[in-house]
């Protein structure tokens, strides 16, 4: 990747076709470039630009490759746009949809898709799609017309897998922005799901050597201590292990002990999310994920015969795979990182089979290791059946269950991990920029759960237990017993409404259906359970028309509201100053509390986001805490702007002590010539009656804020941070 395509801030945009009445097509994002160059961004970021299917309000059901979408405006306003973006100096990225595309409705309105419905295996499609032709009589058997046993997209049986494994699928549906990117059109391309390929590698290879010099970015979630494979073309994630990392490093671990004890004492839940999650996994491949686990199974027995047991044995693996999947490639020796995921899988399945079934077991193991004589597509198909089971079964299932601290419970997070301490954050942070400087970092995206300012509402709760405590006991109380919502739910309303406060009845509404139905214990997505759901939208419309009870969430959130606004402004200037490239995800530049889709892909008013950027650029002080975050995003974007050599692969990222007593609230790093301080735990930094004598250590000499301008001799944190909760120092004479 050349120096010229890293970026050094990326501005995400959601795209809305002409069919939505809150249309935001190539036109609008054009008129955004002046304000975007202003915020300091260098690159914006797209969502699907191709032509999606009818009505579709995202994108990513891709309906035609070789077009660029009518209903954001078409190739002459995509065009334009670009030549806007151009004359801010600003690039593009786009977001690619390699493993799967839409089936419409009518299917005909896809020419491939047309085809196979009509000639099966003997189309010259056929080869596009990953379809068991066995199970469907030689036929593709479309959505609404028996079980799909076609790949999906997760359980969306509208959407169905893509062969990219396959030269000419690839080389089809990636033509139309291979000519944009040769035409200079597109800069960086950010793939979607890439665990469902066949060959996350060998696709990444193709696209690295038809694409060089593009910043190449991959939607993969790790977990726990997963990092990418060593071997992968590209920059790195799109920034959930950082997301995880940031908000981790706000939260107090002293809260761990008394929250759990109040989640199990209110809801009877478990203190530990493992059994939680292992259910979540076991729910996703024996109901929403049947038909893939089916076809899973016949390749096994047609492996190794029907015996008794296998079917429950291949489940219980698939159920404790420790991460999304395993990378091995047929043909080659299962890399190290692969044979250690499945042996802890392994370990983990043995604990619940009875011990006459472990031997199957290991054979099982070996299989998917590719060792034995593997099958070719047991060895693909299993890791194609892993990466979907995780992502419903633990993140569209499990974290809807368990609902101990919600804030944990995000997009590429570890429920279990309550607190990231700064050493680990700092170790997490010299691997990226050794690694993968070029990755990206973020705090909140399209598909994360929890806006990053209600997600600092919510950490706050881990510095004042006794006090949420109280308050949701009194919630409870307020309404008797006779709430409709099971426990755990009833728990998670709590949590929402205070990372949420205001909210209106509508987006309640619909934060609750999708919480409950994901959930899927007393309703569920495919057979709802009508009356529960009724009950319980009257129940939350009750409580936000009870004064009494609205009054004291409006105070609650009143007294977390200081303290979240540091572990805002903290989180920000972290994500934004921290090994990698920061993304801002639109709107957040400003504060926001919105919950999980459709509430983050709300309209974004840019026009008071403008004149605020103008005021503050005018020289006034910020008014307010919007104009605060704005202000350390504007500033700290263009910084990383102006100063590529302190931010970009060759930054580095080096700890700053800090000294005295309250040393701990303190966390500061220095990137090439700046350094970026910010508070942490600002609840016990006020208990402990403030910095005190607490002073960075650093070599003398004078140093100006970026920030505010304020120019600084002496580095204790009181005067350093007298303004705001966070500073980005740099060396007088570099400013």
Known sequence: MSDHAFPSGTYRLQLRGTSDPQRFGFHEAAALAPYMAALGVSHVYLSPVLQAAPGSTHGYDVLDHDRLAAELGGPDAFRAMVARFRACDLRVI?????????????????????????????????????????????????????????????DISGLIGLRQEDPEVFEATHRLLFELYDAGLV??????????????????????????????????????E???????????????????????????????????????????????????????????????????????????????????????????????MPVYRAYVVPGEEAPPQAVAVLEEAARRARARLPEGLHGELDRVVRLALGCDGAPAEFVVRFQQTAA?????????????????????????GDPDRFAVSPDDFHAYCAR???????????????????????????AVLAELPQAWVENVERWHTAFGDGSPMEPDLEYLFWQSLVAA??????????????????????????DPDERYERDVLGFARRVLESDA???????????????????????????????????????????????????????????????????LDSGREPADADDAKLLVTS??????????????????????????????????????????????????????????????????????????????????????????PVALLVPEEST
Not at 691 to 714: F, I, K
Request: proline share 8%.
């Open 432 to 458: 990226a920029a050794r690694d993968r400087p070029g990755t990206m970092t973020a705090l909140s995206t399209h598909d994360t759960k929890r806006q990053e300012d209600a997600r600092a509402r919510l």
């Open 94 to 154: 786009v977001d690619v949809v390699p493993n799967h595309m839409a089936i419409p409705d009518p299917p005909e309105l896809s020419r491939p898709l047309a085809s196979v419905l009509e000639h099966g295996p003997g189309s010259p499609y056929a080869r596009w799609f990953d379809v068991d032709w066995g199970a469907g009589g030689g036929r593709l058997v479309p959505p609404g017309h028996g079980t799909p046993n076609y790949r999906r997209f997760f």
């Open 388 to 412: 979907p089971l995780a992502a419903k079964g633990v993140e569209d299932t499990a974290f809807y269950r368990w609902n101990r601290m919600a804030v944990l419970n995000e997009v590429g």
């Open 549 to 615: 009870v609205a009054g004291r969430v409006a105070r609650f959130v009143a007294l977390l509201e200081p303290y979240a606004q540091t572990v805002s402004l903290g989180q920000k200037i972290v994500q934004l100053t921290m090994p990698g490239v920061p993304d801002v995800y639109q709107g957040c530049e400003l504060f926001g509390h919105s919950l999980v889709d459709p509430d983050n892909r709300r309209p974004v008013d840019y026009g008071r986001r403008r004149s605020r950027l103008t005021r």
């Open 501 to 526: 406060w205001p909210i209106t009845p509508e987006r309640l509404d619909e934060f609750l259906t999708k919480a409950m139905r994901e959930a899927k214990t007393a309703t569920n997505w495919m």
């Open 187 to 224: 800069d960086g391309l950010r793939v979607d799901h890439p665990d469902g390929l066949a060959d996350p590698r060998g696709y990444l290879d193709r696209l690295a050597a038809r694409c060089p010099g593009a910043w190449i970015l991959v939607e993969k979630i790790t977990t726990g």
């Open 635 to 724: 500033r700290t974007l263009r910084l990383r702007r102006d100063h590529p050599d302190w931010y970009g692969p060759d930054g580095g990222h080096t700890p700053v002590t800090a000294t005295g007593a309250a040393a701990a609230h303190a966390v500061a790093f220095r990137r090439g010539r700046a350094v970026t301080v910010a508070t942490r735990l600002p609840v016990g930094l006020e208990r402990r009656g403030g910095w005190a004598d607490t002073r960075l250590d650093l070599d003398g000499g004078v140093w100006r804020d970026a920030l505010t301008g304020t120019v600084h001799q002496e580095l204790t944190i009181a005067d350093v941070l007298a303004g705001l």
């Open 226 to 320: 997963e990092e990418l494979p060593a071997d992968w073309r590209c920059a790195g994630t799109t920034g959930y292990d950082a997301l995880g990392m940031v908000g981790g490093l706000f939260v107090d671990p002293d809260g761990e002990k008394p929250l759990t004890e109040t989640y199990t004492g209110l809801t009877g839940g478990p203190p530990a999310f493992a059994d939680v999650e292992y259910q979540g996994r076991r729910y996703a491949a024996e109901h929403g994920l049947r038909p893939e686990t089916d076809r899973l199974l016949s390749v096994l027995r047609g492996a190794v015969g029907d015996r008794p047991d296998l079917e429950r044995v291949l489940v219980e693996l698939l159920a404790a």
